[in-house]
């Protein structure tokens, strides 16, 4: 099966939406008279999925061209959404617009930055059209698919995709093959600490989406860049609790090493990250002034702010313990002399959504340690 940005082939999933989307058109889109619709070639040159002739609210004729996507996420919506809109640009008055099972907050989001409309399933909707603008938004999905999961990004799901991320570079060794980690589900599913049964959920996604392939019983990751941009495009810092602390030890390396020591003495976990752990594996930008560091829950951060001499803050804090929003931010753990640091996908993660030229090293960490 070719991938829909190179052509116009409309996988079996592509073609139950658009079978119900042609059904249902006349209701999602409020205010429009739908006139005439024709279907866009399952093969052959790239043309619309649907192309609908309608009267607009204000009278108007219209016309509506559909990209068919049953499967959406945010890394590759972008760039779908600019072909949708330079293939109607070609088609003078055309209004592109994006169809799916559901489209999500940061979807819609991006598909307002890029011009293109939406509808799904759920009810959401967006047309905008010269003198036209309707829009209708409903956040829940009413109706999943059912045996896939709600995001590969989400808690769960996640401690696969960092897995398969962490080791497609060959790294920290055994059973792997070049870029691409040749595994079996329940390899894969024991490193994660995830279940089987989950594990074959989002293997099933992550080959609908061409992330990966299976050949028999081995599963191979084949797109990891394309993974990590849509994780990144996903990641929000919000999911994870950050308590904000200082210390009158204001060198950060010593800092570390003191919440590290003080961790060892307490028998708890810990991780650093972001920033921090960046400056002992490729540094890029000087001057670390506040470290992170996570933690596994609550508790474990009042034992910790006590035995490392750390006072909670409100401002001007130079530590931040974090509890994650899933224990998987500790699968895997690297160290770094006496340090023990998150993951290098992890760091990057966090180090995209940081202030302060956070993106200019996650940019270098990521061709430093990441290289793909």
């Known amino acids: ?59 108007r004729r219209g016309r509506l061209i559909f990209e068919i996507r049953a499967f959406v996420s945010p890394g590759r919506v972008r760039e779908g959404a600019r072909q949708l809109r330079t293939m109607a640009n070609t088609m003078k008055g055309a209004c592109p617009i994006l169809a799916a099972p559901f489209v999500s907050p940061r979807v819609r989001e991006i598909c307002r930055e890029e011009g293109v409309g939406y509808i799904d399933l759920a009810g959401n909707c967006l047309l905008r059209d010269q003198d036209v603008y309707i829009e209708r938004i409903q956040d829940r999905n009413p109706s999943p698919l059912r045996g896939r999961p709600g995001s590969l990004f989400s808690p769960v799901a996640s401690r696969l995709s960092r897995t398969l991320l962490e080791y497609v570079r060959g790294r920290p060794g055994g059973g792997l093959s070049g870029r691409a980690w040749k595994t079996t589900l329940a ?70 090493e003191r919440i590290g020591s003080a961790s060892a003495r307490l028998g708890l976990p810990y991780a650093l990250t972001s920033f921090a752990a960046a400056s002992l594996l490729a540094p890029f930008v000087r001057g670390v002034e506040i470290i992170e560091v996570y933690v596994p829950d609550l508790p474990s951060v009042e034992k910790l702010s006590v035995a490392a001499e750390l006072r909670e803050v409100s401002a001007g804090a130079n530590a931040l313990l974090s509890i994650p929003y899933d224990p998987g931010v500790f699968r895997p753990t690297q160290l770094a002399g006496p340090l023990t640091l998150a993951g290098d996908v992890q760091i990057y993660l966090d180090l995209s959504v940081s202030a302060q030229r956070g993106e200019e090293q996650a940019a270098f960490f990521r061709a430093e340690r990441l290289k793909y």
């Open 187 to 256: 390899e894969l599913a024991r490193t994660a600490d995830v279940s089987l049964g989950e594990t074959s959920k989002v293997v099933k996604r992550l080959i609908d989406e061409r992330y990966a392939s299976r050949t028999k019983q081995l599963l191979s990751l084949d797109e990891p860049g394309r993974l990590l941009d849509d994780w990144k495009s996903d990641y929000r810092p919000k999911k994870t609790v950050r308590r904000r602390f200082f210390s009158l030890e204001r060198d950060p390396e010593k800092l570390a």
């Open 1 to 59: 099966m070719k991938d829909r940005d190179n052509g116009n082939t409309l996988g079996e999933a592509d073609v139950s939406l658009r079978d119900q989307i042609r059904t249902r058109l006349p209701s999602m889109i409020p205010s429009v008279k739908l006139l005439r619709l024709r279907l866009g070639p399952a093969l052959g040159p790239r043309r619309p999925d649907l192309d609908a002739d309608v009267t607009l609210p204000t009278g």
